[in-house]
């Protein structure tokens, strides 16, 4: 079996590092709202510095799923392949439903949150079926869910409507009517996600032995770099791809936060040329790092994203709830700091706490290759 990329594993690791820090402000300062896109009128700009920071998290994962997909693929059959995608895919449509949505709200709450688990786990039955069809064909499959998803916007259908509920999945976030009492609240849309990790897919070859790594980077800095420019068009002329930025009298730090202020449910196409753009450059950035510690450091969380994922927002509930019975609300009705800055402490501080029993589990899951169930953590 081919060893893994370590590459790969530490760009998934540093988005999941990155994630940390937006769910921690989820935890402590959930009080102070945060608009999609974040308003540059009112935001703080430091916390709209690490939602922009953020913002790369979702895209990249998802991209490098279908990467991934790509890499099982290489040494199982189709079916093989195909069964792996709908399995784990269902796996985590399931934790999403039955672990995660009651660890945010508790058991008794009617709210099922179909957030990015649920969405990753769509995409890879989605990709299950796709994956099969020349490479040509699923590049131009995802291309154009990615660039032209956005001419869909002005559909909005209203919940009395009979498509409402697949289309609230598809494009329209929204909250869906279910039985018993319950709603489903769709946070991740999934069509413009089908179309990163069917991308993400259709690129996996680079990843083959045979492509050297100088010519994966060289294809890797011309992606990245044509991505980039290609949203800096785009957003010059507030044509196409999401909605206007503009100018903040007196203000260009405002300004830029205007120009940066992207879409994220679901994601524009500027939001994911930017995200997959900054992406792209930095796996070439960690490739030219090579295996040092820090990158060894960040591909122990990408090895074990899974459990990592379950893992720190536990934690994470536990303490907000422990905090909650202890001191009870502080701002409003809930628990929480009065200074982002407080945010960045915690971050700094759990990191290392968190790191260990994740390395931990990564290497019994690399050594116990026997147990099946773990390749779906």
């Known amino acids: 079996m081919p060893a893994r990329i ?3 594993d530490a760009l998934r690791g540093l988005v999941m590092v990155l994630m940390l820090l937006d769910h921690l402000r989820e935890t402590w300062f959930l009080h102070v709202p945060v608009a999609d896109p974040i308003d540059a009128r009112t935001a703080l700009p430091s916390l709209y510095l690490a939602r922009l920071a953020v913002s790369l998290c979702a895209p990249i994962f998802i991209a490098l799923t279908g990467v991934a997909a790509y890499l099982f693929g290489t040494r199982h059959t189709l079916a093989e392949t195909r069964a792996y995608l709908v399995k784990r895919g269902l796996v985590l449509m399931a934790f999403e439903i039955l672990y995660l949505s009651e660890l945010y709200w508790g058991v008794a709450s009617p709210t099922l949150w179909l957030q990015v688990i649920w969405c990753i786990g769509v995409c890879m039955i989605v990709l299950a079926a796709l994956i099969g069809l020349p490479r040509f064909v699923l590049l131009a499959v995802g291309l154009v869910i990615v660039c032209g998803h956005n001419l869909l916007d002005p559909i909005q259908l209203r ?4 498509l409402f509920p ?10 869906i009517a279910l039985p018993l009492g319950l709603v489903a609240k769709t946070t991740y849309p999934v069509l413009p996600w089908i179309g990163v990790i069917v991308l993400g897919y259709a690129i996996g070859p680079w990843f ?8 994966r980077e060289r294809r890797f800095v011309v992606l990245g770099g044509a991505m980039l420019v290609v949203f800096v068009l785009l957003r010059l002329t507030n044509g196409y791809g999401d909605t ?12 830029a936060m205007s120009f940066f202020a992207l879409t994220k449910y679901p994601p524009s196409l500027l939001f994911l040329l930017l995200t997959l753009g900054t992406g792209a450059l930095l796996l070439v950035a960690l490739e030219r790092i090579g295996n040092r510690p820090l990158v060894a450091a960040l591909a122990v969380f990408g090895g074990a994203p ?3 994922y379950l893992f720190h927002l536990t934690v994470l509930r536990l303490l907000y709830h422990g905090a909650f019975a202890i001191w009870g609300a502080t701002q409003g009705t809930v628990f929480g700091v009065a200074d982002y800055g407080w945010v960045l402490v915690w971050y ?4 290392v706490p968190l790191y260990l029993p994740t390395a931990r589990f990564s290497r019994f899951k690399a050594s116990r290759r026997d ?3 773990l390749k779906y953590l």
């Open 6 to 8: 370590v590459s790969i």
């Open 306 to 308: 899974m459990f990592f």
């Open 244 to 255: 206007p930025w503009f100018v903040v009298e007196d203000s260009a730090l405002r300004t």
């Open 208 to 215: 083959l032995p045979g492509v050297a790594l100088r010519t």
């Open 371 to 373: 147990i099946a169930w």
């Open 159 to 162: 919940p009395d409507q009979p």
């Open 166 to 175: 697949v289309w609230a999945m598809l494009h329209q976030r929204d909250v």
């Open 348 to 351: 700094a501080g759990l990191i």
